[in-house]
């Protein structure tokens, strides 16, 4: 366990920075509130166990080593934050007529986690580059996995609620389109730069 400070500051630091999930986890909190963004939120933790998984049995190796799959695999996630972005952008202020827009759900939070760049990159480092138990090569991969879900249950929370903070200004049409394209333009901007990087 001597890797274990290490471990954690480096995860809090990967977790914690803005990226697909968490800028779309405070633009839901900010545009629908955090009561209707827990499903959303527990998509994104339960779809990061799941690359966990991937990513410390090493099939995410496998299948990308799979000739033509990586440009599927990055068109289809393309695709997926495109979609996300415009949603994003275009939500509408928070006002009694805009209630029967809907928030994200908990299987549009599990695909976000799915196709997330930077959530793969996050865990192989973290993964390949910490060992917290010698010798014990599942048990060292499910303590990473179980310390890195209360970490990331935590961060995401934190994003969320920072997100509600900004809720006055989804009541106001001009600055509703303001916050919510620079939320959809900084979610673009840390997929390019979680697949540039």
Do not use: C, Q
């Not at 998509?43 to 990513?55: D, E, F, Q, Y």
């Not at 033509?68 to 952008?89: E, K």
Request: charged residues 10%; hydrophobic residues 60%; proline residues 6%.
């Amino acid at each position: 366990m001597e890797g274990l400070s290490g471990f954690l500051l480096a995860a809090l630091a990967l977790a914690g920075s803005p990226g697909p999930a968490t800028l779309s986890l405070a633009a839901a909190g900010a545009a629908f509130g955090p009561r209707h963004a827990m499903g959303y939120l527990a998509g994104i933790v339960l779809g990061m166990v799941a690359v966990m998984a991937i990513t410390a049995s090493g099939m995410t190796g496998l299948l990308l080593a799979l000739p033509g799959v990586t440009p599927v695999v990055t068109a289809v996630a393309a695709i997926y934050f495109l979609w996300l972005a415009f949603r994003i952008a275009s939500a509408p202020p928070l006002t009694d007529t805009a209630k029967s827009a809907r928030p994200p759900t908990f299987k549009g939070g599990f695909g976000l986690s799915l196709i997330n760049p930077k959530g793969y990159a996050a865990m192989a480092a973290l993964f390949s580059s910490f060992v917290l138990l010698r010798d014990r090569i599942a048990l060292d991969a499910l303590l990473k996995m179980a310390m890195l879900t209360v970490l990331i249950t935590a961060v995401n929370v934190a994003w969320l609620v920072s997100g509600t903070m900004l809720t006055r200004f989804f009541r106001h049409p001009r600055s509703n389109r303001i916050v919510n394209v620079l939320f959809a333009v900084l979610l673009l901007a840390s997929v390019a730069l979680a697949v540039i990087g």
